[in-house]
């Protein structure tokens, strides 16, 4: 009996040290489908996010302006000089663009015609395009221009030109332009901001 007693102690002793049974998740047909519902959405939300990653063109996170020569008079003549552009705008995926204001078009440095820009914004991820008529009341070009641009056309290279746009704020686009626009895209415009005018488009005297 004695013997009985102490294994009945030792096997107290050893059920103090078992760990707890199990038990069972008691959570109601609510709680699963709770649990299965947000599951579902945050695959959703993943895979959402790595498509809108895979297809996003990070190329235009940055906004990209060019302008294109689409016509020009009285370089080789005696009519005033003109010129017809296009200023385009691709906003990028950040902000909108704004342009406005004064142009002016040079070649090799020298001013060759003036004219305004309309006022135009482009919204995020958006294009826009503004018609730019240039003029002057000068006539063909001086005689070591004339001789410079003939050298170009007789190489059978392009003509480019500079189109400089101070828009609104301030802001100073400089562009490069083929003087014959079908000369395939046009470089992207330089943009930054200017503390004054006067080395902009305003104080520039045409030739």
């Given at each position: 009996e004695t013997t009985t007693?102490?294994?009945?102690?030792?096997?107290?002793?050893?059920?103090?040290?078992?760990p707890p049974?199990?038990?069972l998740y008691e959570g109601t047909l609510a709680d699963f489908v709770f649990a299965i519902v947000t599951a579902a959405l945050f695959i959703d939300v993943t895979v959402l996010t790595l498509y809108d990653l895979k297809?996003?063109?990070?190329?235009r996170?940055?906004?990209?302006?060019?302008?294109?020569?689409?016509?020009a008079a009285g370089l080789d003549s005696r009519v005033p000089r003109a010129f017809n552009l296009t200023l385009s705008i691709d906003s990028g995926i950040r902000d909108e663009q704004c342009v406005g204001g004064e142009a002016v078009v040079l070649y090799r440095g020298v001013p060759l015609a003036t004219g305004a820009?309309?006022?135009?914004?482009?919204?995020?991820?958006?294009?826009?395009?503004?018609?730019?008529?240039a003029a002057s009341g000068g006539v063909g070009l001086p005689t070591e221009l004339a001789e410079q641009m003939a050298d170009e056309k007789r190489d059978g290279g392009a003509v480019w030109l500079e189109v400089r746009v101070i828009s609104v704020k301030h802001r100073l686009l400089t562009c490069t332009a083929s003087l014959h626009g079908g000369?395939?895209?046009?470089?992207?415009?330089?943009s930054r901001l200017l503390r004054d005018e006067s080395d902009g488009v305003e104080k520039a005297s045409v030739y």
């Open positions: 007693m102490e294994e009945k102690l030792l096997a107290d002793e050893s059920d103090k040290h078992l049974p199990c038990r297809t996003t063109d990070f190329s996170l940055l906004p990209e302006l060019s302008a294109v020569v689409d016509g820009v309309q006022e135009l914004c482009v919204p995020v991820n958006s294009t826009g395009q503004v018609a730019i008529f000369a395939g895209p046009q470089p992207p415009c330089d």
